[in-house]
């Protein structure tokens, strides 16, 4: 009989703890560090973040991509002052850049308002992932979509993701 209520409790006693655990405020928005020999593979291919859009919508996929990123990979990714090796780069097609010319080109020009393009190039012999839209919902779109890629673990060193919707809301 004791140990009945030694147990009971014990038992009352955890009982506020694992229900606190997870209320689901984060929903999809969990960016819990990846295992480690996953991690080892994208820490190779993920060194900064260059976003040199201003909109408020290009800052928040910017500050979004940024603590996704710095989430999964459990260590901080800085904000990149230029494009370079291993950066992740968000640029929308009004801001002039002969990379992103080359990269993505013509493709920019068939997307609809909300389209993104994710392509990875090899600068200096390190994948470099482009994320390009037409506008900054797109921007904000694509930011999520390459979080998700490397929530599910999919391999990024070579990207050439077209998205467009075809329904407008």
Known sequence: ???????LLALLLLAPTAARAEDGYRLWLRY??????ERTRYDRQITG???PGTSPIARS????LQRGL??????????ASAMGEGTVTLLKADVPSSALAAMVGPALDRLEDGGYIIQTARIGGRPTTMIAANSDRGLLYGAFAFLRLIQTRQPIDHLNIVESPRVKL
Request: proline share 10%.
């Open 1 to 7: 009989m004791a140990k009945a209520i030694v147990f």
């Open 32 to 37: 819990d560090p990846i295992e480690m020999p």
């Open 49 to 51: 973040i260059f976003a």
């Open 61 to 64: 996929a910017r500050d979004e």
């Open 70 to 79: 710095s989430g999964l990979l459990a260590r901080r990714v800085p904000l």
